[in-house]
């Protein structure tokens, strides 16, 4: 008998149902704002509404009277430390006498209704001493600005980076500074989850989040407990961006569970919910290139300023990002770059997909335009000519190690097919306004622009950043049936999938049940920095491996043979003959837990910025076709074509939804998103005032997935989540300027910047 | 929000007679703005008295056009076949605002009434004279690109924020109004007003009064509905121009022009029609309408760059509405 390879569908380099899909899409999927518990009570949050003000007296007297009202606390009530924080321990779960920026938390009510709470909220009486407020980051670090933290200056993380000549000089050189509002995750799942107290003292919670074992850290801390007497189950998650590493509601939560010591349940409105994560940094960007007559770039400078409001979140790893990163894919031997970040009383900033790059690329991009048309060359080709290509150094001193197809994607997209040359008469829904009749392409003007960039993929700096699997592989109705166990939390990006098809390939077989992703289990990391099918599919291939050679180990011990392998659901012996059934070695379920650790990386040198600093990067390029009516000053972007590469797509459907997502979230920052904030205050927290780009906004686009395989990630994988974000935003950006001639150096980019 | 008793008479006269007799009573209809204003605190009736069936749902000719009953919705009145062929000024405003969803729930009587989307009086932490008359005007120097150009105070630089009212301020429109002493009828240009010192107060009708009916004429004429706006939808106006032109052999026989986004008001744009009617329908008279209507406009300057970039739009937008309301062979 000789073995047949059973193609199963669902493995890597399928595209298999997403087992989430269809219930999201007919709406029955189960999201965090769904839990129910019986007898559970509704938590709510009351805010504070100054940017800085030193709180006099809290005073609970009317609030306690409302009929419903099951428990009031404060910071006084919290047990354990009252500070949480993903880099720095510098946020109160509770304001401590002191509130630092608009919708800080103050104080948490239970009631038996979420209005009995909220009203019972508005009658508790905040004594406030206003203070004066930190509103601009470009004077934050000043002499005679007032520290935001009283232990601490404003300055979060000052970056250099130094290489090469420190006083270069080049016969051509342009400079710009440019500017990057507040951009908002937007998510469309709020906040939300369920604390059940177990009666013993301890809680578990279900909540939406990006990374479960982190956010079980910080809320033992606050509660004073053990992580066995705290355990978290990701609940249903909306969507996150970033905008789910800090903790939201998760301690409120528990607090109020274990104080009344009935389930909470706590869900943001949509106004809260702009108050209640961290948003895009703000950025002010100085950037310098010197070069060659023949464009190669001698040197780069850029100075940058990111805004990172009220508390460090993960402004440290912005600064990190956008300083090692923020020159852009390109090969550059003399460089200076100062990245800072910096409290004020304004919103806080932190994660969001692409951060730091995001920001730097609008300029790098621009500044690269601008240093093409100066020496008379395509724009095109002087980022082929300047593009890293593998071997080449980053700016830090690393060596890139594998694929650096620049110069590759940049001509991809380039010689994609254009979007037809508008003739004749125009259907008004494809002209820049739309279906609302602005315009019948009286003014319009077509332009093209393109951008190329990079990201780290995973955590960087030295960070120990490792994911944990325990698959298990058992025997049920006689059929082999594989679960996977990691923390790795789904946001919506497709992981669960990833975990399934890894498992079917590795092990044969055809079920792959994919266990509740909660803390029983070690960490997964976090979901972010494009990194889970990296780090936690790393994890999860290596807990199969060691699931197989189980098996194997197990049939050679019963069968007295050797040199078994695994094809399909067979046990197979070296010549090829079948000697046994998967299910009949499965007397006794076999279950391996893996942690697994890509690559270390390394902090970088504090006075020259110089150091292997990122374990991966990931490259992609955008270009944009966009017709902007000239005299309105609306722009319709046509076409958002984009080449990526992948290393290898191992879902190659969720691959395209990652990239038209990702695009779409930076077109969106190129010409729409920005929260408004005046002298510390949100001026558009609602999705009627922050917009979004939606279906009609979002052109078609194509996608060209290139897949050179990175020698040192499992399968070869790259991380894809980001790139789209960073490059598409200043492709479109650039595009406005082809077609305008308007230098536009500040985004989101609006009518009344194109026009007047 | 704070408690509110909610009823629902049987009869409008019953229901305009319950909020006259409170002068914290509000009328509830669609809710697609009243509720929002509740939730975010906004509007604190003590009660709400519900018309949503106490008004017709009917759309009826009459001689020269239609009544809209005040419940018919946003999404039945731009379907409406005598509508979309006689009025397609007005069905082309009503499919441009809102969403779907909201179109559904939004009604006639209530849709002029809707208040403004100013930022400051949207948030009961600032200063808003319209919101508490006195406390200020914290918009005035704020965020202002969406702010008015034409006819605002020292007191409110607010603006209207619907599509359908410019179209109806645009056309030959009453509005059938039912109050305690009974009915009256008021021209559509006249409901809303200027903010002057009195912002807090949006239109004439008084305490208790309930528009029952709108009457609106079929105009001669090319219709054109415009709206300029941050995204492609589900976006506010930046600049909106409703314009009728009824132009044979060149000359402007008569003009029906209205801008959105622009004033507390729809803003019935009378001097640009007078520059226009009687004329020939040239691009030198549409830039002098223009030009005319817009002499007066006055920017806000803001902390978000301000709103004078409003001008040159309103001023390009309304000569290309004017230029697509007019017979290609002329123009």
């Known amino acids: 008998m000789t073995s047949t390879e059973t193609r199963m569908a669902g493995r890597l380099g399928d595209s298999p149902l997403r087992p989430d899909g269809t219930l999201k899409v007919t709406g029955e999927f189960a999201y965090s704002s769904d839990l129910w518990h019986d007898d559970m009570v509704w938590g709510v949050t009351l805010r504070s509404p100054h940017p800085s003000a030193r709180i006099r007296a809290i005073d609970l007297t009317d609030a306690l009277r409302v009929p419903g009202v099951s428990a009031i606390l404060t910071a006084k009530d919290v047990p354990g430390e009252n500070a949480v924080g993903l880099e720095h321990l510098d946020t109160p779960a509770l304001a401590d006498g002191v509130v630092r920026y608009q919708g800080e938390p103050v104080a948490l009510v239970a009631a038996d209704h979420p209005e009995t709470a909220r009203r019972a909220a508005a009658r508790i009486v905040v004594d406030y001493e206003v203070l004066p407020a930190v509103t601009d980051p470009r004077t934050a670090l000043d002499p005679d600005t007032p520290w935001v933290h009283a232990d601490h200056d404003n300055l979060v993380r000052d970056l250099r980076i130094r290489r090469g000549d420190p006083s270069p000089t080049a016969p051509v050189v342009v400079s710009l500074d440019f500017e990057v509002g507040m951009q908002d995750q937007a998510f469309l799942g709020p906040e939300s989850g369920l604390a059940v107290p177990d009666g013993e003292g301890g809680v578990d919670l279900y909540v939406a989040t990006q990374w479960l074992h982190v956010d079980q850290g910080q809320v033992c801390r606050v509660l004073g407990l053990p992580p066995e007497q705290v355990r978290l189950t990701l609940a249903g998650v909306g969507g996150a961006f970033g905008g789910r590493e800090d903790l939201s509601m998760h301690v409120h939560a528990c607090l109020l569970a274990l104080h009344t010591g009935k389930p909470v349940k706590m869900s943001y409105a949509r106004d809260e919910s702009f108050f209640g994560h961290v948003h895009r940094h703000p950025a002010w960007l100085r950037y310098e290139f010197g070069a060659r007559e023949t464009g190669e770039l001698v040197y780069a400078k850029a100075d940058i300023l990111f805004d990172g409001g009220a508390y460090a979140s993960s402004t440290p790893a912005v600064v990190g990002n956008g300083g090692t990163l923020g020159l852009g894919p390109y090969r550059i031997p003399n460089v200076h770059v100062d990245a800072r970040g910096v409290y004020t009383n304004n919103p806080t900033c932190g994660a969001m997909r692409g951060f730091g790059c995001v920001q730097a690329a609008f300029a790098h991009e621009a500044l690269m335009d601008e240093l093409a048309d100066r020496i008379g060359m395509d724009r095109v080709e002087i980022r082929a000519l300047n593009g890293m290509v593998e071997g080449d150094l980053t700016i830090t001193g690393q060596v890139v190690d594998s694929a650096a197809p620049v110069a590759e994607l940049i001509r991809t997209v380039r010689d994609l097919p254009l979007p037809a040359e508008p003739a004749g008469e125009r259907d008004i829904r494809e002209l820049p306004g739309g279906a609302s009749n602005t315009t019948h392409g009286e003014g319009v003007r077509r332009g093209i622009g393109y951008a190329v960039t990079y990201k780290n993929v995973g955590f960087s700096e030295g960070f120990d950043d490792y994911s944990t699997a325990r698959v298990r592989l058992e025997v049920v109705g006689g059929e082999p049936v594989a679960t996977v166990h990691t923390a790795a939390a789904e946001v919506g990006q497709g992981l669960i999938t990833i975990e399934q098809q890894i498992c079917r390939t590795e092990l044969g077989v055809e079920q792959v049940v994919v266990h509740p992703k909660d803390t029983t289990v070690g960490s997964g990391g976090s979901t972010s920095a494009s990194r889970q099918t990296y780090v936690t599919g790393g994890a999860v291939k290596a807990a199969c491996e060691a699931v197989r050679a189980s098996v194997l180990r197990r049939a050679s011990e019963a069968l007295g043979r050797a040199e078994l392998r695994l094809d399909g659901e067979k046990i197979v012996a070296a010549g090829g003959e079948v000697v046994a059934s998967l299910a009949e070695v499965l007397t006794d379920p076999v279950e391996e837990t893996v942690e697994w650790r890509h690559r270390p990386t390394y902090p970088i040198d504090p006075e020259t910025g110089q150091g292997n600093a990122h374990v991966q990067y990931a490259f992609s390029a955008h270009r944009a076709v966009v017709d902007v009516d000239v005299e309105l000053g609306l722009v319709k972007v046509v076409a958002l074509d984009t080449a990526q590469d992948v290393g290898r797509a191992l879902n190659p459907d969720a691959v395209v939804g990652q990239i038209q997502g990702g695009s779409a979230q930076g077109m969106g920052l190129a010409l729409m998103e920005e929260i408004v904030v005046q002298d510390g205050i949100v001026k558009n927290p609602s999705f009627t005032d922050y917009l979004i780009p939606t279906i009609l906004d979002m052109p078609p686009m194509q996608v060209k997935v290139l897949e050179y395989a990175d020698p040192h990630a499992p399968y070869g994988v790259r991380g894809v989540g980001e790139p789209p974000t960073i490059s598409s935003g200043p492709a479109v950006a650039a595009a406005i300027r082809a077609a305008t001639g308007k230098p536009l150096r500040r985004v989101p980019v609006r009518p009344e910047h194109i026009t007047f | ?331």
């Open chain 2, 1 to 331: 929000m704070r408690p509110f008793a909610y009823d629902r008479p049987d009869t409008a006269a019953a229901a305009v007679a319950a909020v006259a007799d409170r002068p914290d009573a509000a009328f509830l209809g669609g809710g697609t703005n009243l509720v929002d204003h509740l939730r975010l605190g906004i509007a604190d009736p003590g009660l709400l008295v519900d018309v949503t069936s106490l008004t017709s749902t009917e759309i009826v000719d009459i001689d020269g056009g239609l009544r809209i009953g005040a419940g018919v919705t946003n999404a039945d009145l731009a379907a409406d076949p005598r509508v979309r062929a006689r009025l397609p000024v007005l069905a082309a405003a009503l499919l441009s605002g809102a969403s779907g969803q909201l179109r559904n729930m939004a009604t006639t009587g209530g849709n002029p009434l809707q208040r403004t989307r100013c930022p400051y009086f949207q948030d009961p932490a600032s200063a808003c004279n319209k919101r508490v008359p006195g406390s200020g005007c914290a918009a005035i120097g704020g965020a202002t690109r969406n702010h008015a150009i034409l006819g605002a105070s020292e007191h409110c630089i607010a603006t209207h924020p619907s599509d359908m009212a410019v179209a109806l301020a645009a056309l030959d429109t009453q509005v059938r109004i039912l109050g305690p002493d009974g009915g009256r009828t008021l021209a559509f240009t006249d409901l809303h007003r200027l903010p002057g010192d009195t912002p807090e107060q949006d239109t004439e009708l008084a305490h208790g009064e309930l528009i029952t009916a709108i009457d609106v004429s079929y105009p001669r004429g090319r219709h054109a509905y415009r709206k300029v706006r941050d995204r492609a939808s589900y976006a506010f106006a930046l600049v909106s121009v409703a314009a009728v032109l009824d132009v044979v052999d060149g000359t402007v026989l008569d003009a029906r022009i209205a801008l959105g986004g622009v004033a507390h008001t729809p803003w019935r744009a009378v001097r640009a029609e007078d520059t226009l009617r009687g004329g020939p329908a040239t691009e030198e008279a549409f830039a002098a309408a223009a030009e005319a209507e817009l002499a007066d406009a006055r920017p806000q300057p803001g902390f978000d760059g301000g709103n004078a970039f409003k001008i040159p739009l309103a001023r390009r937008t309304l000569t290309a509405t004017l230029r697509q309301t007019t017979p290609r062979e002329t123009a």
